[in-house]
């Protein structure tokens, strides 16, 4: 599958986020768990809480709450690339969603594991603080939705030609979404309490660059494709607090970038993160369709019995480094 082909890691972000994601490979992935626990352990007392509502049938803290769904996903996209990793895949791109670039930089050793974690509770602190709100997907493009946009309603995502998430505070999105359902636009609320990439978060992060400054960021090592630059990010923006203090904030632009990363070259899309949101979206990019490139998911597209994730995962590691292959233990 990977013959004349580089690896390229998709990361998804908020949205992605659901009931015992991944949580089969817990114990049974010694790659997988170690960097779960890593996770965890430099959450510290919030980590045994994080870890519990995680493997909780009924978690006491609902996983659509920025307290659950950004540290977890961070996790589990962190987590499933070290796997991949320890595969001996060397991807030459990362291509991470909202929460995802994150976990991306931190693969391509950007910031360390425990910057990162410190990076992101300081932003839950404060988007804890932020208005309520959410994201609403809206089968229609950019040009399409903007005579409805308006009350702090905006483009939060473009993720793909007919797929357009917009951001805002409620009440103001639930009537944005009233109209375009009465427009005849098929829509849906993206799993968040949160309104994320919304200007009406940008007083509540304000005070992140201070802390982001103070971290040692260094280039990364493996070429960081962002989702708002839509461009490899330069190593001065790699290291730029500004950037990374935006990323609430700033609209992600996931098929532009998309585009411009499969423009370099055919890839092997690897999914590493829960669902199958990003490998839906990459099946329709034409360098896809054509079959010059390929998406291998690590997971299964639905939620399921914890086998599921298993099966899942040896089927992708077989596509992606062959039958019999030993992956490594440990880190």
Known sequence: MAAGRSTVLLLPGQGSQHLGMAAGLFGAEP?????????????????????????????????????????????????????????????????????????????????????????????????????????????????????FLGGDVVIGAYNAPRQTVLAGPDPALEKTGEELLAADFTCRRVPSLSPFHSPVLAPAVAGSTELIAALPVRPPRITLHSCYTTLPLRPEEAVDPGYWAAQPVAPVRFWPALDALLADGDAVLVETGPGQGLSQLARRHPAVRSGRSVVVPLLPARPGPPERDRVSVAAAREALVGPGAAPESGR
């Open 31 to 147: 790659v997988f768990t170690a960097a779960m626990e890593e996770v965890f352990t430099a959450l510290g007392t919030e980590g045994d809480r994080l870890r519990g509502d995680w493997l909780a049938e009924r978690p006491a803290v609902e996983l659509d709450h920025v307290t659950r769904s950004q540290p977890l996903l961070f996790a589990v996209d962190h987590a499933l690339g070290r796997l991949v990793l320890s595969w001996g895949v060397r991807p030459r791109a990362v291509l991470g969603h909202s929460i995802g670039e994150l976990a991306g930089a931190v693969l391509a050793g950007v910031f360390t594991l425990s910057d990162a974690v410190a990076l992101m509770r300081d932003r839950i602190r404060l988007l804890g603080d932020g208005p309520p709100g959410g994201m609403l997907a809206v089968a229609a493009s950019p040009r399409e939705v903007e005579p």
